[in-house]
């Protein structure tokens, strides 16, 4: 018999590690305890499974004990929780479901706790209609909820991407939700600047969010319960789930002499190694680098689990491998919205002092004439090496793939310069020509050039703008169906023969639809002796901002568009008989960039 390696916990760390410790060694004696008796699961899909679009429960279920028994022979041992973990003497003590306890020797230990739902101590939280989800038995008390037909309210706390989820499942049943979210915005790790698409989809359908205020006690009221918020305003509901965020589980390691961070996670080194000889930790509750920047941190996500697992039997095995670090990298769908990040947000730059460039594009998802082409917007976060250190997406088709090319250049240690000259697949149905990546390498080069000045909503909104000229160079259609409070008007076509009507004293603050326009009008008049800002992303970006244009009423163009003027959505198109104008994030209708 070879060496005997014990593994705490499964689902994508603890699983992957004893897949592939197995598949490297078949003589180890290989040991998994689970506290309950889902050893693998898809933790991902437990939402679309309480809104049905997963219908069949069988499905979330990744491997068995009886799989993982016949397939790699691995001891799986569920409703077995490991309480205590001696380091010295290299054993475990293991309470089984009768609550007898006993003792297991070890060679080798891979520790995949996971992480708990946080559950502070609110007045009233322990109501018996207030749930958590993190696991398979959560989920079927929340679905058996649901399908009360008495179910009919319900409220989320918290807007992660687990809150956004539930809440948009919850929508799918039917049921009246409202998501109550402490910070600012939802979605944390988006800037502000890109997920307001996502805030306005879930209110296009129905899903009301409660922004900047916090919940302050529950009240039963025995057939629902009371939800009092910081703000005092009450809320009622039928159903509350908590998504408020994890907290590693490992307080079971507290006197087992293996060091811990601050708020509990299991430090370890790049081979996935803890601080006790021949233990390993992977998964949620372990302390990461990011990748990025370079700091400890903690991101709980399934795709790093499953890699840190297999490094951690590499190791284990005898292969030197080891994790690089975490960059973040993540997706989520929000009814007809993708939203997708990877690296570094502005946010967390901002807090680390490290200094960064943005800018934002709105390209179509393939080429404008090919049918069913939607706009998206792409936020691209670089420094002035043109190093990329973060980036953003949400749109209605292809941003995955986007964000997906981007996170693969950070990984690779890649530039600005690197997006311009990646070869990707275009054919019209696909992409175009210059991709939105090309086209967002392209933005950035020029910027780092100093081809053009650009300026984010953000810094507009708090720009002293006594001795500037804010200049809107769209066509007399765009400005009119709405633009920036106090704009001066030249369409870019007109420019150069506009140019006695400017200023040369005063700073030129200029923008377009989406930004294109505004680059070309940007270079004409700096070649002219003019201080000129380009707002990136030009108007569409101000109208997925707090930034509230100045309007006007409806108006219909030459080819019998109706324009809503808060949005600038083409609300019928009766000339060119297309439908896929209907959300103000998927295209403008209006730009011919």
Not at 5 to 25: E, F, K, P, Q, Y
Not at 501 to 527: F, H, M, N, P, W
Not at 543 to 558: F, G
Request: proline share 4%; net charge negative; aromatic share 6%.
């Amino acid at each position: 018999m070879g060496k005997k390696v014990l593994i705490i916990g499964g689902v994508a760390g603890g699983a992957s590690a004893a897949a592939r410790l197995r598949r490297l060694d078949e003589t180890a004696e290989i040991i998994m305890f689970e506290r309950d008796e889902y050893i693998s699961f898809a933790n991902c899909g437990l939402p679309y499974y309480i809104g049905e679009t997963i219908k069949e429960r069988e499905k979330l279920l990744v491997q068995t004990p009886e799989s993982m028994k016949s397939r790699f022979n691995i001891d799986v041992r569920i409703n077995s929780e490991v309480i205590r973990l001696d380091t010295l003497k290299k054993v475990v003590t293991v309470k089984n479901k009768t609550n007898d306890s006993y003792e297991e020797s070890y060679d080798y230990l891979v520790l995949s706790p996971g992480a708990k739902a946080i559950k502070p101590p609110i007045e009233g939280i322990n109501n018996q209609r207030i749930f958590t989800l993190r696991n398979i038995p959560d989920t079927d008390q929340i679905k058996t909820f649901v399908d009360q037909e008495e179910t009919k309210r319900a409220i989320v706390i918290g807007g992660g991407f687990v809150g956004v989820e539930i809440a948009e499942n919850l929508k799918h049943r039917g049921l009246d939700v409202t998501i109550v979210e402490a910070a600012p915005h939802i979605l944390a790790p988006f800037d502000s600047d890109v997920v307001g698409a996502v805030e306005k989809e879930l209110s296009d359908h129905g899903v009301k969010l409660i922004l900047n205020d916090g919940v302050k006690s529950f009240k039963d009221l025995e057939s629902s319960v009371q939800i009092n918020l910081n703000s005092d305003q009450t809320l009622t509901a039928d159903l509350v789930i908590l998504a408020i965020g994890v907290i590693p589980d490992t307080a079971f390691l507290k006197e087992s002499g293996i060091k811990l961070g601050v708020k509990g996670h299991i430090l370890v080194d790049e081979t996935m190694a803890t601080s006790a000889e021949n233990v390993y930790a992977v998964g949620d509750a372990i302390e990461v680098v990011d990748f990025v920047n370079k700091q400890a941190t903690t991101i709980p996500l399934a795709g790093p689990a499953n890699k840190q697992g297999r490094i951690a039997a590499d190791n284990i095995a005898g292969l030197k491998t080891s994790y690089k670090g975490t960059q973040g990298t993540s997706i989520l769908k929000v009814f007809g919205l993708t939203a997708a990040n990877t690296g570094n947000n502005e946010r967390t730059l901002k807090r680390l002092d490290i200094p960064y460039k943005t800018i934002t594009i709105h390209p179509g998802s393939h080429a404008s004439y090919y049918p069913g082409s939607f706009m998206m917007t792409l936020k691209l976060i670089f420094n002035e090496d043109g190093k990329i250190l973060g980036a953003q997406g949400v749109g209605s088709d292809g941003v995955d793939k986007r964000i997906d090319v981007i996170a693969t250049v950070i990984r690779l240690g890649g530039t600005v310069t690197d997006l311009t000259e990646l070869e990707l697949c275009y054919a019209p149905p696909y992409s175009s020509a210059k991709d939105p990546v090309n086209m967002a390498g392209f933005v950035a080069e020029n910027v780092l050039a100093s081809r053009v000045d650009v300026i984010s909503i953000e810094q507009f909104m708090e720009y002293d703008r006594e001795n500037t000229i804010l200049l809107d160079v769209r066509t007399e259609t765009e400005y009119n169906g709405g633009h920036l409070e106090g704009a001066l008007h030249i369409p870019v076509d007109s420019l150069r023969a506009r140019l006695s009507e400017l200023d040369k004293t005063k700073e030129i603050l200029e923008y377009c639809q989406i930004g294109l326009r505004g680059y070309v009008a940007s270079r004409i008049l700096t070649q002219n002796g003019y201080n000129v800002k380009n707002l990136t992303g030009g108007y569409k970006s101000c109208l997925m901002s707090p930034l509230k244009p100045a309007r006007v009423a409806p108006i219909e163009t030459s080819e019998k568009q109706i324009i809503d003027p808060e949005t600038q959505v083409v609300k019928e198109n009766v000339g060119k008989g297309i439908s896929d104008y209907k959300k103000s994030h998927r295209d403008c209708g209006l730009c011919s960039e």
